[in-house]
């Protein structure tokens, strides 16, 4: 849904960003400085790249070659930015209908009323901004971004300029839309869990002003080096999972290819399912299953390979059913477990491990 190979250069920094994502939410991530704000604006047509192609949603709406640039304002862009920029003379109210002006289109009462109910502001209507926190204002901006009947909805690091209890109250409405909503997203983000959750599917990530990886999130996940000095040791796997129902002392019950974990609870229903991220170094790997351990979460598998990891680490990635699970133990530990590729082996989950890793699922993987 979003394809582009362009070159561009800004001040004494050449850019030059390729991908080719398909899918309906698509995750930008990357240090600060990568370049993931300026590709934004190329695709809104805020910056015009030196030359290349620029296509939403089927559409092209930039060829150098073709002599095709479509402005910004009839590209259909819905775009939220950092700080939500709302109008502070006009109620909230009149903030969300001035997104359908823009777009010269009065929105139907019913689509109006939808996206108030999916974002949760209808009680702010008649309240005026100044007297709004920072993750209502947040929230407001994006709906104003989708009453602008956009093609496609960019949203560039809108939780970067909360604290972490704003986050967590406008984190769920985002999951929704993307969710509920059949509109394209390209989420922005530096941050690993944020971006985990709401862009499952693909991950573009980016270096110095160059796409350095454009895939499955799965895949993305796998990459210290992708990661950065600071995710590099939330490197690992992800598993799909089912919720089977809530469990004692605040659990929720899952199953992973017929056998059991417990998590902390899920606000979801029986039958909803999930991708849990397990870091490889929260991995603990056994010769027989342990007994009268603290550690709930015991998966039975069989080693699918091995890789050494440096001087001191091994990578022992498990079979478990369809899925892999990677862990990430010493050297020395591996040695004394005399690991061979094909062996039964069981790994150990602690609970509280997955405590802030699990997201609803958007897709398969």
Request: charged share 25%; glycine share 8%.
């Amino acid at each position: 849904m979003l394809s582009l190979d362009v070159e561009h250069r800004l001040g004494d920094f050449d850019l030059a960003y390729a991908l080719d994502s398909r899918e309906r939410v698509t995750g930008l991530f990357g240090p600060s400085g990568a370049g993931k704000s300026t590709l934004l604006r190329l695709v809104a047509g805020l910056i015009t790249p030196r030359r290349g192609r620029i296509e939403i949603a089927g559409r092209c709406v930039f060829d150098s070659d073709r002599g095709i640039r479509v402005p910004a304002h009839r590209r259909r862009i819905g775009y939220v930015f950092q700080q939500a920029r709302l109008f502070p003379h006009l109620n909230v109210a009149r903030n969300l209908r001035y997104g359908a002006w823009f777009a010269r289109a009065r929105p139907a009462a019913a689509r109006f009323d939808r996206v108030v109910d999916m974002l949760d502001i209808g009680a702010l209507l008649d309240r005026r901004v100044a007297g709004l926190s920072g993750g209502e204002a947040q929230r407001v901006a994006i709906g104003r971004a989708l009453l602008a009947n956009p093609a496609m909805l960019l949203l560039d690091e809108p939780l970067a300029s909360l604290d972490a209890a704003r986050k967590a109250e406008v984190l769920p409405y985002i999951e929704r839309l993307s969710r509920e909503s059949e509109l394209p997203i390209v989420f922005v983000s530096h941050q690993l869990d944020e971006m985990l959750r709401l862009a499952n599917r693909h991950v573009v990530a980016l270096r110095d002003g160059r796409v350095v990886f454009s895939g499955k999130s799965a895949a993305f996940l796998a990459r210290p080096d992708l990661l950065g000095p600071e995710h590099a040791r939330d490197a690992g796997t992800l598993l799909r999972a089912e919720i089977r129902g809530t469990a004692a002392h605040g659990l929720s019950a899952l199953d992973c290819e017929g056998q059991p974990l417990f998590v902390p609870r899920l606000d979801q229903a029986p039958g909803g399912r999930v991708h849990l991220h397990v870091r490889a170094r929260d991995v603990m790997l056994a010769r027989s299953r342990p007994e009268d351990i603290s550690a709930l979460n015991v998966l039975a598998g069989r080693v699918a390979a091995i890789a050494q990891d440096g001087d001191q680490a091994v990578e022992v990635t498990l079979a478990i059913g369809n899925q892999r699970l990677a862990a990430r133990i010493t050297r020395y530990s591996a040695e004394r477990l005399a690991l061979a590729e094909g062996e039964p082996l069981y790994a150990v989950i602690k609970s509280l491990a997955l405590a802030e890793q699990a997201w609803a699922r958007l897709g398969g993987l």
